[in-house]
């Protein structure tokens, strides 16, 4: 595995590959790697013939800068998982390559209300920063395609959004969560949570599990509010659980209004904020692909 952390030799050797008609895997990550992280990985090697990933603790998607801070950095244990799975390429730029002083990366697009609900709402400014992030990761990597994880749908909602508005020649591939064996979804920030909380944090994949298997017998409503209630009385501090439309990610009444559903919560398990998400159905399969 090559290891840049200057843009500008990342780019000549990019440039390389591309003139020896190979294509380019991007796996943008913020480091701190499991298995999740992997399996994006692992399908950029299966569709693309060099992958890159890069490790950049992206600040200005912080929206809480003590989150910032404590967010986990293990960049030599990162290094021996990349290689673990032959990863071609690891980019890991520092802040002042990423954003350079006098280049403006910012980004005038519009998300509408793909970016003011659900995590939009609690973390102001947070998808700005991300598409900022990626934006700029792109412009610097020229992938062919830009591997990303089901476990951030609103994100991924959002990095579509950005690719159509810009008509960007860059394919987006979703790839599934991955869970631990009793359900948790994989994070970064798992690590960081008490023991008690790591045991109740199960809770979270078990009530959308429970809402997928309840979507006949009662309305998007009120599971929604049991979701939140069940989530509170077992000492989470619950911030949504909607249940909404996968496309325009509006809350539906029905579950006939739409025929791609998803159930996305995010709540608070002692200081570590956890996000999880579950498609209730998915007619349409394509729209994910
Ligand atoms: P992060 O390092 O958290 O910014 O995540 C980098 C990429 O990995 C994003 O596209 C995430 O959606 C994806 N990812 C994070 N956790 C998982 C998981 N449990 N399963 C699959 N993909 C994941």
Known sequence: ??????????????????????????????????????????????????????????????????DLKKYPRTLGNDIEMLSSVQTNVLFAPSVEEVYPEGLDTSLDLDFGQLATVMEGAFRPGHFDGMAQVVHRLLDIVQPNKLFMGQKDFQQLTIVRSMLKQLNHKTEL?????????????MSSR?????????????????????????????????MAKMAMKTLTEAGFKPEYFDIVDGVTLQSIKQFSDSDFVVALTAAWAGEIRLIDNMILKEEKKAILA
Do not use: W
Request: proline letters at 4%.
């Open 1 to 66: 595995m090559l290891l840049f952390k200057k843009v500008a030799e990342l780019q000549q050797y990019l440039q390389k590959v591309s003139n020896e008609g190979k294509t380019i895997g991007f796996v943008p990550t913020m480091g701190a790697l499991h298995q999740g992280h992997l399996s994006l990985v692992n399908r950029a090697k299966s569709e693309a013939s060099c992958t890159v990933v890069s490790i950049f603790v992206n600040p200005t998607q912080f929206n809480d800068k003590k």
């Open 173 to 185: 591939v979703v790839c599934p969560i991955i869970r631990e064996a009793d359900g948790l979804a």
């Open 190 to 222: 798992n690590r960081r949570l008490t023991p008690v909380y790591r045991e109740k944090a199960v809770l979270l994949s078990q009530i959308l599990s429970k809402v997928k298997s309840n979507i006949h017998s009662r309305t998007p409503e009120n």
